[in-house]
């Protein structure tokens, strides 16, 4: 199928690049823009409790006040607010609410902190209804540029945070990022390209194709988003960068070595190229079947954020797979060997390569060097067991020198850290009961003994008197493991236990959909991380037609990604000073480390298999495949993980996060999993590894396991020269 494919075309290259143009043209015009949103709210399905009680928020509550910032006043020197001082901080804010800025109803003066250091003013802002709506951030920066002047002739100093205020500063730090990424990729898969193929038109080769199809890819995942009503969260942009070009580039990569070493084995420029896709065509489709059901198993998660990412990132390596086999063979065919200019080096084979060297060790002792990389990756893995999930997605993945962050760490000084972002519990009967004074009241007093609360404002009732509403203050930060763990164990146990007869009691806010997405991916992890497994398996099973490789292949991945958190956690919780990791990374690492990690798996085990096919015992076939593939992994690895690199000059935390973890992952993936570990299990396992199929015997060979028809081969043409490297 793969040799037709090929021929078909480099017979018809104009009409295939022709073909790629109009698609692209027609997708431009009809789909709509990509959107995404930073509510984690969203994300939750409407069975969980913190969206029961947004819902009944806006059905009791509608015109409840949403304070979507906070003004933070203290003195400039650092002494304690005085009468005057306050009096200041009511006429600042009445000057600010009469700017008629707009998005903003109301700026009040809050009471002074009981140890007098800061005093608050509340910003009250509509609910946001469309997560592109930046009007409310816009207002932000208007408060922030005018507070210099009404500040004058004052001792007071302010700042302003708040869920707008961190949305304001996300937004600008995300703007640089996507920026600072597209930038760093391009430059990155640019200058690897160049020193390994010294041709400035390969090196561009990856930038023009990629952009071409870059935006189609973007455009029909909008497209997705639109008609299935998935919501994508804002990292998907600088996800899809460098998903596109960096698993493009591999394709691409598997394509053009293997056409150069087809080239000095005395192939035509055509014909090269024919055989190219015909003898890696199976490998990048198997590959990127892989990629795409990893990414596609992520359509079962609970969360909104995770289910429309898997298919939107699925969407991408499709698109890069159709162009992988079709787009990149046609414009290379045309370039022919001009695709290598100025070098000449494609010509020879250089000899005596490093490849060459390794694969010879590591056939003389593939026990030796299986050991070895389990016990790297082993010990790796032990550091996994610190892992801890952070949930703040917003906060802490801004850097500190922003005002939201210094404006949130000076409210601190004098009020709970819970107070930027209250947590909302509803008393509601539902059956039509109305509420009495005794009931409410009872309850606010259960509710603040509980372990781990700062404050329970008094219960506002609904007009029909049937649903109350309490303002909780925690004492510790809405995000931090203290909160979700008031919330979870102390504060929904207790409202439920309290709540009187035929009354029911729903926890919303922010730390109660932190804890619902907590248990969403608890959930997730059991279900998603089977499925996708198994998926792979079968489509390992298939590519190689063994029962028994796809087992240690799965084990190796494994153990890539165990190596993979425990180095992510290392690193940023133990050396560094974060929290704790975003709790989807185990999920995209494990989707990004397997999938991946496993299409460098396939190229490794498909030219074993192929060498063995030529009459190879094991252990030569596994040396042999290290030295004419190891270059085309190390290529492929290194340039896959600088890409993910360029997500950690982000400045962001998050995203510096995925970007050491995927950048790590694709390394080892590369490195040990792919040119070590695979390679010399299968030389030790042997021609068991293709049980039942047996697809490593050529259709000449002897049936018994591990002939040396190979030495019989080499004795009878001792003149037939030796298969080129890919380096």
């Known amino acids: 199928?793969?040799?037709?494919?090929?021929?078909?075309?480099?017979?018809?290259?104009?009409?295939?690049?022709?073909?790629?143009?109009?698609?692209?043209a027609a997708v431009l015009s009809f789909a709509p823009k990509l959107t995404a949103t930073s509510d984690e709210a969203s994300f939750l399905p409407s069975e969980y409790e913190s969206i029961k009680a947004m819902d009944l928020q806006e059905a009791q509550f509608p015109r409840q006040r949403n304070i979507a910032a906070i003004i933070v006043f203290q003195r400039s020197d650092g002494a304690r607010l005085t009468p005057a001082d306050s009096a200041d901080v009511r006429q600042v804010s009445a000057e600010l609410a009469g700017r008629d800025i707009p998005e903003v109803q109301d700026v009040s003066a809050a009471a002074v902190s009981p140890n007098k250091r800061v005093q608050t003013a509340t910003v009250a802002m509509p609910e946001v209804?469309?997560?592109?709506?930046?009007?409310?951030?816009?207002?932000?920066?208007?408060?922030?540029?005018?507070?210099?002047?009404?500040?004058?002739?004052?001792?007071?100093?302010?700042?302003?945070?708040?869920?707008?205020?961190?949305?304001?500063?996300e937004r600008e730090s995300s703007e640089r990022a996507g920026t600072l990424v597209a930038v760093g990729t391009v430059v990155i898969i640019i200058?690897?390209?160049?020193?390994?193929?010294?041709?400035?038109?390969?090196?561009?080769?990856?930038?023009?194709?990629?952009?071409?199809?870059?935006?189609?890819?973007?455009?029909?995942i909008a497209s997705a988003n639109d008609v299935f009503d998935m919501k994508a969260d804002r990292s998907i942009q600088e996800l899809l960068t460098v998903v596109l070009?960096?698993?493009?580039?591999?394709?691409?990569?598997?394509?053009?070595?293997?056409?150069?070493?087809?080239?000095?084995?005395?192939?035509?420029?055509?014909?090269?190229?024919?055989?190219?896709?015909?003898?890696?065509?199976?490998?990048?489709?198997s590959a990127a079947g892989a990629v795409i059901v990893a990414f596609a198993a992520l359509a079962l998660s609970t969360l909104g954020m995770l289910k429309s990412m898997g298919p939107a990132l699925a969407i991408a390596v499709f698109v890069t797979l159709l162009a992988g086999l079709t787009l990149v063979p046609a414009v290379v065919s045309l370039l022919g060997t001009r695709v290598f200019w100025p070098s000449r080096s494609w010509r020879a084979e250089p000899s005596g390569t490093g490849f060459a060297r390794f694969g010879a060790a590591l056939a003389r002792r593939p026990a030796v060097w299986a050991v070895a990389s389990a016990v790297f990756m082993g010990a790796l893995t032990v550091g996994a067991l610190g892992y801890r999930a952070n949930f703040d997605l917003a906060g802490s993945s801004?850097?500190?020198?922003?005002?939201?962050?210094?404006?949130?760490?000076?409210?601190?000084?004098?009020?709970?850290?819970?107070?930027?972002?209250?947590?909302?519990?509803?008393?509601?009967?539902?059956?039509?009961?109305?509420?009495?004074?005794?009931e409410t009241t009872a309850f606010r007093d259960r509710l603040r003994q509980v372990d781990g609360v700062g404050s329970v404002d008094p219960a506002k009732l609904s007009k029909d008197g049937r649903t109350a509403s309490y303002e909780v203050v925690l004492a510790d930060p809405p995000a931090s493991?203290?909160?979700?763990?008031?919330?979870?164990?102390?504060?929904?146990?207790?409202?439920?236990?309290?709540?009187?007869?035929?009354?029911?009691?729903?926890?919303?806010?922010?730390?109660?959909?932190?804890?619902?997405?907590?248990?969403?991916?608890?959930?997730?992890?059991?279900?998603?991380?089977?499925?996708?497994?198994?998926?792979?398996?079968?489509?390992?099973?298939?590519?190689?037609?063994?029962?028994?490789?796809?087992?240690?292949?799965?084990?190796?991945?494994?153990?890539?990604?165990?190596?993979?958190?425990?180095?992510?956690?290392i690193i940023f919780q133990r050396i560094g000073t974060q929290p704790g990791l975003m709790f989807?990374?185990?999920?995209?690492?494990?989707?990004?480390?397997?999938?991946?990690?496993?299409?460098?798996?396939?190229?490794?085990?498909?030219?074993?298999?192929?060498?063995?096919?030529?009459?190879?015992?094991?252990?030569?076939?596994?040396?042999?495949?290290?030295r004419h593939s190891g270059p085309t992994i190390a290529a492929a690895g290194v340039i896959?993980?600088?890409?993910?690199?360029?997500?950690?000059?982000?400045?962001?935390?998050?995203?510096?996060?995925?970007?050491?973890?995927?950048?790590?992952?694709?390394?080892?993936?590369?490195?040990?999993?792919?040119?070590?570990?695979?390679?010399?299990?299968?030389?030790?396992?042997?021609?068991?590894?293709?049980?039942?199929?047996?697809?490593?015997?050529?259709?000449?060979?002897?049936?018994?396991?591990?002939?040396?028809?190979?030495?019989?081969?080499?004795?009878?043409?001792?003149?037939?020269?030796?298969?080129p490297p890919d380096a």
Not at 405 to 431: C, H, N, W
Not at 584 to 606: C, E, H, K, R
Request: hydrophobic share 50%; glycine share 8%.
């Open 481 to 569: 493991d203290d909160a979700l763990d008031t919330v979870r164990s102390g504060l929904r146990p207790a409202a439920d236990e309290a709540a009187p007869e035929r009354t029911r009691a729903l926890v919303g806010g922010t730390t109660a959909v932190y804890v619902d997405i907590n248990k969403a991916v608890d959930r997730d992890y059991a279900v998603v991380f089977p499925v996708a497994a198994l998926c792979i398996m079968i489509i390992l099973g298939l590519l190689l037609r063994s029962l028994v490789a796809p087992w240690y292949l799965m084990v190796s991945v494994a153990l890539g990604f165990g190596a993979t958190l425990g180095a992510t956690s």
């Open 584 to 626: 989807m990374l185990p999920v995209i690492m494990y989707l990004f480390v397997v999938a991946l990690g496993t299409d460098y798996n396939i190229l490794m085990v498909s030219r074993l298999r192929e060498e063995a096919r030529e009459g190879r015992d094991p252990r030569d076939a596994a040396g042999t495949a290290v």
């Open 191 to 220: 200058v690897l390209l160049v020193a390994i193929f010294r041709s400035p038109i390969i090196a561009l080769l990856p930038v023009v194709l990629i952009g071409l199809i870059s935006p189609m890819a973007t455009g029909l």
């Open 398 to 438: 801004l850097p500190k020198t922003k005002e939201s962050i210094v404006a949130q760490r000076d409210m601190e000084k004098g009020f709970p850290a819970g107070t930027t972002d209250p947590t909302s519990l509803y008393l509601d009967a539902p059956d039509g009961h109305r509420l009495s004074r005794a």
């Open 245 to 285: 070009f960096g698993v493009g580039t591999d394709y691409i990569l598997f394509l053009l070595f293997r056409y150069r070493e087809a080239l000095r084995a005395g192939e035509d420029a055509k014909g090269g190229m024919v055989h190219a896709v015909e003898r890696v065509g199976e490998a990048i489709a």
């Open 640 to 723: 896959l993980a600088g890409t993910f690199a360029t997500l950690m000059l982000a400045g962001n935390a998050t995203l510096s996060q995925m970007g050491f973890a995927l950048s790590f992952g694709i390394v080892v993936a590369a490195f040990v999993m792919a040119m070590i570990f695979t390679p010399s299990l299968t030389a030790l396992i042997g021609h068991t590894a293709w049980w039942p199929g047996h697809g490593d015997r050529g259709p000449n060979q002897s049936a018994t396991p591990d002939a040396p028809a190979a030495r019989t081969r080499r004795e009878r043409a001792p003149d037939s020269p030796p298969r």
């Open 1 to 24: 199928m793969f040799a037709g494919l090929g021929r078909f075309v480099v017979r018809h290259p104009w009409w295939v690049i022709a073909t790629w143009v109009i698609a692209a």
């Open 129 to 169: 209804a469309n997560p592109d709506d930046t009007a409310q951030q816009d207002a932000v920066q208007t408060l922030r540029d005018a507070l210099p002047a009404t500040l004058k002739g004052t001792d007071l100093t302010a700042g302003v945070t708040g869920s707008a205020a961190q949305s304001l500063d």
